[in-house]
């Protein structure tokens, strides 16, 4: 069964707390986002993973380097799973699966930017990756590209892995992506950034059931 990963991005903790609160029924994970990190660091993970135990905390680190390390403090924090970057060397990524190894946690590899994605799917599943994201970031999203073509692609080329996708996903978006199949669907603004966010949330759970 498709999961729904929740991205809180832009939110102040206490409102994050309380939208994962109301939608908890209908999402699988809750996602830390990049800009949430650099408002809380760790401390978001921390209380989230305290308030909803049941819940697996993505945080979305997207690790450059140091992956050993990096990885390591997210796990400790609380977090189930980090990401590290695609588009960085595979020593990195070695490194966050040595930590995840360590914590039996998850390490997501996020493709965002990745040029020639049917080679590095085979370099990272070879290096022992099994979950992947294929994403298209909030600056790619306002010029109009959505990652619909890009998780077709994934499908066709991931041999082994957990595939999620992200990039601008909203209620009536979601069933195209239903339809070309992912693990896991991400929604951020589709869902913080609407008129009725657990409204949203609940039409993008029903949808992806
Ligand atoms: O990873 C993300 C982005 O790079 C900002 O950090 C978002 O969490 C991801 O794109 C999901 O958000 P939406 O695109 O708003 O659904």
Redesign the pocket.
Known sequence: MMKLQL?L?DLELNDALALVQKVRDDIDII?V???FIIEEGMRAVRELKKRFPEKLILA?TKIMDAGEYEAEKTYIAGADICTVLGVTDSLTIKGCLEAAKKYGKKVMVDM?CVEDVPKRVAEIESIGVDFIGV?V??DQ?AVGITPLEKLAEMKKVSKKSKISV????NPKTVADYKKVGADVI?????ITHAKDPVAAAHAIAEKIK
């Open positions: 991205a991005d996602e986002g990049s800009p979305d965002i994403h970031g909030v999203q992200a990039g601008g996903i991400i929604v951020g603004g589709g």
